[in-house]
């Protein structure tokens, strides 16, 4: 070939970008949101729509996986090379729930180019992400001419993700032989921004539950009752209020067993990162830094476990007022955890602590659901350095290393197949996942193609180096 | 006549029952919810209907006042007597919204009759015992072959207690000529229980607000933000938390301002009382006693001043879970006030606490709606013994006296007009005021008839005795 492979990859990618984004439009407008019943119909449908279009791309193995809850996709595209390491690629089809009138300029199942931004649910959470890779995979054989790829190529893109992946760990264990590999790639991440591309080292575990609390078996007149019986959600706000310290720690007992703390090392590798702080609360959208006494912002969102409110409820929230004290009232808590912490044992914690929160005379209930461990890759791992050359390529710039403060089932992986976990991403914090106008950079969506393009290269090359 | 009296209203209430009942029913099909803007017409639709129904029963004037919120209706019937004293009856046409799905067993505004009750929203609170009145004059009329009632009588129902009475203080103050009385019969409280016919004395006031709280500027990911920046959720939790201390006290600097505290003999009596907690803790659904310590619950209900939760709600209220730290949270308030209490000051004070308590970069606003003042009535009053005395002729039995923890405008009433609030109610604490399944009984809705149609002969003759 006369094309240099860089320019061969870029100029492959160039020709396809346009129907590689509408592919990926058509996929957009699926709302699979796995959290909402009523959308089961629409998780399988982006189920069936990505195994078809795998097989098009010329994956040799595109099944759909069924689970006792929302069903995955699985594809195999094997190497020609029998010495080939094997590579499983991990993502999910399934988003978020988003509605207009949760504050979305556009309709978020709607896919709409603005500024050279592609917004919809799921643009960079995570089907963007998932997508780059059926171009980036061809952009590799056709850069390098081969017919099949330089590894074992192996996706699963799960369909729980956004629900705490609840059948993923035992997905994962009933096709354990067929999910076999010597790593795994998650794309499901992000980088440090637009300008400092990086590769995350470890994602945080989460950890979820309800609280549900009941009070008079109906709502009741506040003027005849009130002050003499126990308020439901004055009962949740305790609960909400005592769940951390002045010293914004988590003061649930026994919270922090295990809790491997950072090393000196690691806090001044977070400290070199470029961080602007008062850029950091534009794109978190936040009007103060608020979090654990002793720890920087950086520490606290990727190394420090936490405990947050996603939702409250309880009696009259219409307009007006409504003298009541309500029956029951709701809260909604997730915890994110850190290597050493087990979420078993702080579901036990939570349900102690709650126990003894409550006041007399208000029944509780605590529904947790299924919980995401905490995982954490070495700095050295070849696979790692492999990861960090490619994305070094894409994006001509050296590349840092971060970790993530989300959670995925990435420590599923790890524990189940063996396999060390690397995580290749390229959403920016501003893509806004989880909230209204996600969106993706195209530019960025690009570099993760390009990225994949060279990655199983480098990575046949590399896998057996020793650290 | 041959007929005692007492034998003639019982058997011109007995002749009528079918027809009263029918006509109240037609009533409480308006669903006149002042609280919810859609239904305005309703509102206003059901001050036509009692504008027009007071004159068929005879009042020579029925009109319907405008405000600048939903209407009022007035209406007199002058005696023949120069000399009568005057009273104004209060009550109010509007009703708390009401769903079916919030645990209605049948449709809130279409009224049944189960066992001996009349269900509906508005049957007990408070188009029930407005209501009593029109069958209780005509009685009274024709027990005693009088031609007009022995007192000036004078109604005033508004349309606007259940949110409030924003406008009823200017509109008694607009019309406080017209509406000038010796006395007022506030037929909008409960007594005691179905055995034990009680008068009130007094009302708690009432003042309420929302405290609305915006942290990040919309939904943002907890993963990725989550313990770094402040959660509205938890400043909301946190601001209802520190609305009590540990002995049940409302914890806002200066509440307690100028409240008169209860005295031995008002102990005593309110001790007398046939009370039984057991009983108290099932007709109130609940399932303990809590509240201010040292003290017991009918002092707490009746004479204490209290802060209740009505409503709190932010984030994601939906099936499953939403991993976001909510852009926005909110909780409304109401306070239970007692004689020496200043809603101004209350509001003062809620506010300054408020600021005090919500943590940097949270941005907080609160909205109080108007507030209504606490009332007392000395019990040696000539025309609080004539209420007792016709209520115990209506009941064959003593009558004791009781307060309401409720509120309503009869402060108002009691400071424009300088005359003395009696409060004439037959509503029970089984009737579930502001709840699902609100019922009025009906043997003692035709109990509150036969009170009102002894009263004004009783009023007549002793409303000149002095104490
Ligand atoms: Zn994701
Ligand atoms: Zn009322």
Chains 1, 2 share one sequence.
Not at 6 to 20: G, L, N, P, W
Not at 364 to 393: K, N, W, Y
Not at 403 to 416: F, H, I, K, N, T
Request: aromatic share 8%.
């Amino acid at each position: 070939m006369s094309q240099t492979p860089d320019k061969a990859v870029r100029t492959y990618i160039e020709q396809h970008r346009a129907a590689f984004l509408d592919d990926l439009a058509e996929w957009l407008r699926i709302p699979s949101v796995s959290a909402q019943p009523d959308h089961a119909p629409d998780v399988r449908r982006s189920a069936d729509w990505l195994a078809a279009k795998l097989q098009e791309t010329g994956f040799s193995v595109a099944e759909v996986w069924e689970t006792a809850g929302a069903p995955a996709v699985y594809a195999e595209w094997p190497s020609d090379d029998p010495g080939a390491p094997t590579v499983l690629v991990y993502g999910h089809h399934d988003v978020q729930p988003a509605a207009r009138e949760d504050g979305w300029d556009t309709e978020p199942f709607e896919p709409v180019v603005r500024d050279g931004r592609l917004h919809a649910r799921g643009a960079a959470d995570d089907k963007g992400q998932v997508f780059f890779h059926t171009l980036g995979v061809r952009a590799h054989l056709a850069a390098t001419g081969r017919t099949s790829p330089a590894v074992h190529l192996k996706l699963l893109i799960e369909g729980e993700e956004e629900s705490g992946s609840p059948h993923f760990r035992q997905l994962v264990e009933e096709h354990a032989d067929r999910l076999a590999a010597d790593a795994v790639i998650v794309s499901d991440t992000g980088m440090w921004s637009e300008d400092t591309p990086t590769v995350c080292t470890g994602m945080r575990g989460l950890a979820e539950c309800e609280i549900r609390l009941y009070g008079p078996d109906q709502d009741i007149h506040s003027g005849s009752f009130g002050g003499a019986v126990p308020n439901p959600a004055t009962a949740a706000a305790r609960l909400v209020a005592a769940l951390h310290d002045e010293q914004g720690r988590v003061a649930v007992p026994g919270f922090y067993d295990g809790v491997v703390e950072l090393t000196d090392r690691e806090r001044e590798l977070f400290a070199e990162l470029p961080f602007d702080e008062q850029q950091w609360l534009r794109t978190a959208r936040s009007h103060a830094l608020h979090g654990e006494a002793g720890y920087t912002t950086l520490e606290r969102i990727w190394a420090r476990p936490t405990a947050e409110v996603n939702g409250i409820g309880g009696g009259y929230q219409g307009p007006g007022s409504k003298t009541i004290i309500p029956s029951t009232a709701m809260v909604k808590l997730s915890f994110r955890l850190v290597a050493g912490q087990d979420p078993d044992h702080i579901e036990k914690a939570v349900r102690a602590w709650a126990a003894d929160q409550v006041p007399a005379g208000i029944r509780h209930e605590i529904v947790f659901g299924s919980a995401t461990r905490p995982c954490l890759t070495p700095l050295d791992h070849p696979a790692l350095q492999s990861l960090a050359r490619s994305m070094s390529r894409a994006f001509a710039s050296p590349v840092r290393f971060t970790r993530e403060g989300g959670s995925g089932p990435a420590a599923d992986l790890q524990e189940v197949l063996g396999a060390p976990v690397l995580f290749l991403g390229i959403s920016v914090p501003s893509d806004g996942w989880h909230a209204p106008n996600e969106k993706v950079e195209l530019d960025l969506l690009l570099k993760g193609v390009e990225t994949s393009a060279y990655l199983w290269g480098d990575l046949a090359a590399h896998w057996r180096d020793v650290p």
